[in-house]
């Protein structure tokens, strides 16, 4: 959800011992597999979000989707696990960008990449929320509003302008305890001890504990999912070994017990029938797609068009929820079911474009030249 495009930060032919930067000045690669992966996850919680949940988009269809899709929503009510291959890939693609950076060139990425886009979206959410409400859910105050430009709702107990958003409070916790991994430098041996104490770490908070910060930090599922991911992109880096299969063996066994406990949580509080075990297999399939672009069996993609559909996802993802809900209320009294659908996804995808193109791109730009502009002449001390 955070990164706009796939690129190797240096060149993956280093000693697996300490980590170091090949001499060799070879053009970094293209991971196009990845941005292909992101698009995939990201249409997929689109369309889950608009077809496959029948309780939360019958206000906006004024009738149960799976009447409407009765073909498609069996396929799409799967669709919400999109979010768990986000997580994978989140894990791959932290690691990497973070390698040869420093921790301030890291936090300074995470922030650019992450909060001018999410801003504009809190502000078009805000006005949606205002001017096209569904008559149904409470609107969200102006104080919680104001509080979700924090991106510290979660923690702060405040209302969500848009559902989605709870994944990146998930996404902003991973960021914040690598970097503290990163603060002492990344090799192998070091980012491998942190995966094993920090998968241990979420099973510990699924325990009795009065260490609140751990379920913050270490979470159930959530947890497992990074981890596999930074245990793919080491993979990638220096070669599988039997030590990263292990961890990676490890990451999917925890994931698969907190999966199906999940899975099984939302069949009996939320009517959700989806199969556990189902919505495991899918998981797993995800494990996989992103294994074999660890192991280099996905080098052969170079679909150029990738890096821009891969730079759309997440504006994407910000802007589809309410956004999208409000548009369907709008048009399917008019146009019927399939077409409206058609409409609302193509609409959308073409205000990312948009979001990427006069918002994101812009914005980070601005911001990049004033921060490096601070860096390069910091404020002097006053004088007695």
């Not at 899709?69 to 986000?86: A, K």
């Not at 690598?178 to 510990?204: E, H, I, N, P, T």
């Not at 009517?271 to 494990?287: E, I, K, N, S």
């Amino acid at each position: 959800m955070s990164q706009t495009g796939v690129q190797i930060s240096d060149h993956p032919s280093t000693s697996a011992t300490s980590g170091a930067r090949s001499p060799e000045k070879v053009p970094p690669p293209r991971l196009y597999a990845l941005d292909a992966l992101r698009v995939l996850a990201a249409l997929s919680v689109l369309l889950f979000h608009f077809t496959g949940v029948d309780a939360a988009t019958k206000a906006n269809w004024a009738v149960n989707p799976e009447k409407l899709f009765p073909w498609l929503f069996p396929v799409t009510s799967y669709g919400s696990y999109g979010v768990q291959l986000f997580f994978i890939i989140s894990g791959f693609v932290i690691c990497l960008s973070a390698w040869s950076r420093t921790p301030g060139q890291f936090a300074r990425a995470r922030f650019l990449r992450l909060f001018p886009a999410y801003w504009f979206s809190a502000v078009v959410a805000f006005l949606v929320w205002r001017l096209l409400p569904d008559g149904q859910r409470s609107v969200p105050s102006i104080s919680d509003s104001l509080t979700n430009l924090t991106m510290l709702q979660v923690p702060l107990s405040a209302q969500h302008l848009v559902g989605a958003y709870w994944t990146l409070w998930v996404e902003l916790t991973f960021y914040l305890i690598f970097l503290v991994v990163l603060w002492k430098g990344l090799d192998y041996q070091r980012v491998s001890v942190f995966c094993w104490l920090w998968l241990l770490a979420s099973v510990l908070a699924q325990q009795d504990t009065d260490v609140p910060l751990l379920g913050i930090f270490a979470q159930p599922l959530n947890t497992a999912l990074f981890v596999a991911g930074i245990a793919m992109y080491l993979m990638y880096r220096f070669g599988p070994d039997l030590k990263l299969w292990g961890l990676l063996g490890a990451s999917w066994l925890v994931m698969q017990s907190d999966l199906v406990e999940h899975a099984d949580n939302l069949q009996h509080t939320k009517g959700m029938d989806r199969d556990p075990y189902l919505a495991l297999a899918v998981v797993t399939v995800f494990y996989l797609l992103v294994l074999a672009v660890a192991l280099r069996r996905t080098d052969w993609l170079d679909w150029k068009w990738l890096s821009t559909a891969g730079a759309l996802v997440y504006p994407l993802y910000l802007l589809h929820e309410e956004l999208g809900w409000a548009m369907i209320r709008k048009l399917y009294g008019h146009l019927g079911a399939w077409p409206t659908l058609g409409v609302t996804t193509g609409a959308l995808i073409a205000l990312a474009w948009l979001m990427h193109r006069f918002v994101e791109r812009p914005s980070q730009k601005w911001l990049r030249a004033a921060l490096a502009r601070e860096s390069s002449n910091p404020p002097e001390l006053p004088t007695k």
